[in-house]
């Protein structure tokens, strides 16, 4: 059996959108326990909803790192 280190170790070597994919998945599966006393939340729920709809409309690593270079 492997352990949270291994499993650790494992995904460190995906790349990034895989990481950023099994984060998300992870994320999910945790109950709720985060308020949205500034609408952050809902921001992001609305955000993520929107690139399920239209993936394309989503940027890459690459186009962020960009965007903050500017």
Not at 28 to 54: H, Y
Not at 56 to 66: D, K
Request: aromatic share 2%.
């Amino acid at each position: 059996m492997q352990t949270l280190s291994d499993i650790e170790r494992e995904a460190m070597k995906l790349p990034d959108s895989s990481r950023a994919y099994l984060a998300s998945r992870l994320l999910n599966s945790l109950p709720a326990v985060l308020s949205d006393d500034d609408d952050g939340l809902a921001e992001a729920t609305r955000r993520s909803a929107e690139m399920d709809q239209n993936p394309g409309a989503a940027m890459t690593l690459e186009e962020v790192r960009q965007a903050v270079k500017r």
